[in-house]
C-alpha cells in the first residue's frame, strides 16, 4: 500500500548538493532547478514516507518492480500480438528475426546513453529537459511536442481498440460505451496517484508478459514433439525458417521491417519519463536498462521464431493472430477469448503509459515556463490535474479526428508519431553526449557519475548514428515516404511556433516596460 499522500516536497539548498556543469551559458530559473543531481542522503526517506521528485511536488511513489514493468509495456503492445504476422510475410523468418535484432540493439544502445542522463538528472519530463540544456531550448520545445504527440495520438487509437475488442464478447453493445468505460478506467488511474498508476501498469504488463511466456514455452514443446500439433506427423523443429530461403521476398523488405521494428520498440524510453517519480532512480533506472534488451530479444524474438516454426510464413496473421493460430493448432480450448483477453489488457496497459507520459510532458513544459505554468500545478496526492485533463483532451481528440477524418487528419497524426519516437531517440543520445563533454570541461570526473554509460563514446555516437539513419533511410521505403516528409514539414512548424511565442514574449516585456516608462515620467 502507498503511504499517505499529504506530504509535501521540502527541499532547502543546502540538502540539494548539485555538482554544477556549464550549459549554454544562459541560465534561467528553471534550469538552474534542474541541474544534474546526486540524491543526497538528506533527501531520502527516513520515516517511511513518500518521497518527491527532485525540485517538484510530485510524488516518488514508484518501486524498482513498477519501473521494469513499465517499460516493458510500454514496448509490449497490440504490434506482437496482431499484426506481427504482417510483419513475417513481409520479410520473411530470417528477415523478420534479423530486424528485430538489430531493432533490439539500437533500442539497448539508446537506453544506455538514456540510464546516464536519468540518473544524474532523475527529473519528469526528461527528454525535453536535457534537449533544452544540451542542444538549446527551441529544441526542447519541440521534442517535448514531439513525444507529447506519440502517446497522445497513441490514445485515440487505443480507446478505440478497446471497444473494438469487446465487442467479442458482447456485440450488442455499441463501441462507444466501451470506449468511455476505457476513458473512465485510465483516466481514474491516472487521477487517484502515481501509485495507483504504476501498480495498475504492473499487473497490465504482467499478464502481456505471462502469456507471452506462455506461448513460447507451449510453442517450444510443440516445436521438439512434446505435444502434438495439427498438420504435423512429427516434430516441426525449425525447418519453416529456411524452407524458401533465408531472404524470400528479398533484403529490402527486411530493411523497411527494421522501420517498423524501431516503432514497435518505441516505449522503453519511458524509463526516463517516470525516473523523476521513481525511489532510488540511482538502483533502478540502471537495472531497469539493463534487463530491456535481453527481455525484448526473448519475448519478441522468441515469440517470432516460435510463430515461424509452427506456421508457413506466407499463412502467418492472414487475418488472424499469429498467437491464436498456434494455440488453435495444439488444441488449446478458448484460444481466440484467451487472446482476445490478453489484448485487452495490453490496450489498457498502452493507453495507460501512454496518458502518464502525456500528462508528464504537459506537466514539464509548463514547470519549464514552454506553456502556463499552471499546468505544472499539483494536487495534495502530487497528482498535475490540469495536465491530466490537458492530456485526456488531447487523447479524446486525437479518437474523434480518427472517426470523423480517419483518411486526413488522423492519417496525418498518425505518421507524425511514428516517426516522432524515433527524432526522441537521437536526441536522447546527441544530449548524452553533450553532457559528458560538458560535465568533464567543469572540472568533474566520470567516477563521480552514479551511472556511465558503458563504451563512451563509441556507444552514444553508435546510438546516434544509428537512429539518425533510421529517420533518414525512410526515403527509400515508399509506404513510409509521406511519414518523413510530414515529420520534416511538422518539427519545422514547432520550432516555428517556439519562436513566434518568443517574439510575443519580448513584444509583451518592451510593451510592459514601456509602460512602466511612462508611469514614472508621469508621476514626475
Known amino acids: 500500500m502507498s503511504q499517505p499522500d499529504t506530504d509535501t516536497a521540502a527541499q532547502s539548498p543546502s540538502s540539494q548538493q548539485e555538482p554544477q556543469i556549464q550549459t549554454d551559458g544562459r541560465r534561467s530559473h528553471s534550469e538552474q532547478m534542474n541541474q544534474p543531481a546526486q540524491t543526497s542522503q538528506s ?68 537506453m544506455l546513453t538514456l540510464g546516464e542522463l536519468s540518473v544524474a538528472m532523475p527529473v519528469t519530463g526528461s527528454f525535453h529537459v536535457y534537449a533544452e540544456k544540451f542542444i538549446g531550448p527551441g529544441t526542447g520545445f519541440v521534442i517535448a511536442i514531439q513525444y507529447w504527440l506519440t502517446w497522445t495520438v497513441a490514445l485515440g487509437s487505443e480507446f478505440t481498440a478497446a471497444g473494438l475488442l469487446m465487442q467479442r464478447w458482447f456485440p450488442n453493445i455499441p463501441t462507444w460505451v466501451w470506449s468511455a468505460a476505457c476513458i473512465i478506467l485510465i483516466f481514474t488511474l491516472n487521477a487517484l496517484s502515481v501509485r495507483f498508476f504504476a501498480e495498475a501498469e504492473f499487473w497490465f504488463a504482467s499478464i502481456k508478459v505471462f502469456a507471452i511466456c506462455a506461448f513460447i514455452i507451449i510453442g517450444l514443446l510443440a516445436i521438439f514433439g512434446v505435444i502434438p500439433i495439427a498438420g504435423y506427423q512429427h516434430a516441426p523443429m525449425f525447418g519453416n525458417l529456411v524452407k524458401d530461403g533465408i531472404f524470400p521476398n528479398g533484403f529490402m523488405p527486411v530493411f523497411a521491417t527494421i522501420l517498423t521494428v524501431n516503432f514497435a520498440f518505441s516505449g522503453t524510453e ?33 515469440s517470432i521464431t516460435v510463430m515461424c516454426a509452427l506456421i508457413p510464413w506466407r499463412q502467418a496473421g492472414v487475418g488472424e493472430s ?8 495444439i488444441g488449446i480450448p478458448y484460444a481466440g477469448d484467451i487472446m482476445n483477453f490478453v489484448v485487452l489488457t495490453a490496450v489498457l496497459s498502452a493507453s495507460n503509459s501512454g ?50 477524418a480517419a483518411s486526413t487528419v488522423y492519417l496525418v497524426l498518425v505518421a507524425l508519431s511514428g516517426l516522432s519516437a524515433v527524432v526522441v531517440w537521437i536526441a536522447i543520445a546527441y544530449c548524452q553526449i553533450v553532457f559528458r563533454r560538458r560535465w568533464l570541461e567543469s572540472g568533474h570526473s566520470t567516477s563521480e557519475l552514479k551511472y556511465r554509460t558503458p563504451g563512451y563514446p563509441y556507444v552514444s555516437w553508435a546510438a546516434f548514428i544509428l537512429c539518425t539513419a ?55
Open 43 to 110: 533527501e531520502s526517506s527516513h520515516d517511511g514516507k513518500d518521497e518527491h521528485a527532485l525540485h517538484t511536488n510530485l510524488k516518488r511513489g514508484m518501486e524498482s518492480r513498477h519501473l521494469q514493468m513499465i517499460s516493458l509495456g510500454g514496448v509490449i503492445g497490440t504490434g506482437l500480438f496482431l499484426s506481427s504476422g504482417y510483419t513475417i510475410q513481409q520479410a520473411g523468418p530470417i528477415g523478420t528475426i534479423l530486424a528485430y535484432s538489430i531493432g533490439a540493439l539500437i533500442v539497448y544502445l539508446v
Open 270 to 302: 519511458l524509463i526516463g519519463v517516470t525516473a523523476g517519480e521513481t525511489r532510488d532512480p540511482e538502483t533502478a533506472v540502471p537495472k531497469a536498462i539493463h534487463t530491456t534488451l535481453w527481455r525484448l530479444v526473448l519475448f519478441f524474438i522468441g
Open 322 to 329: 499469429p498467437f491464436v493460430l498456434v494455440f488453435n493448432s
Open 355 to 404: 496518458l502518464y507520459a502525456s500528462t508528464r510532458m504537459v506537466w514539464s513544459m509548463g514547470n519549464e515556463g514552454m506553456i502556463p505554468r499552471w499546468f505544472a500545478k499539483t494536487n495534495r496526492r502530487g497528482v498535475p490535474m490540469l495536465a491530466l485533463c490537458a492530456a485526456m483532451a488531447g487523447g479524446l481528440l486525437a479518437l474523434l479526428s480518427s472517426v470523423i
Open 470 to 524: 533510421s529517420f533518414v533511410l525512410v526515403i527509400f521505403d515508399v509506404e513510409q515516404r509521406f511519414a518523413l516528409v510530414a515529420e520534416l514539414v511538422f518539427i519545422v512548424a514547432c520550432y516555428g511556433a517556439y519562436f513566434l511565442q518568443q517574439w510575443v514574449r519580448k513584444r509583451k516585456k518592451a510593451t510592459e516596460a514601456d509602460d512602466l516608462d511612462t508611469l514614472w515620467v508621469a508621476r514626475d
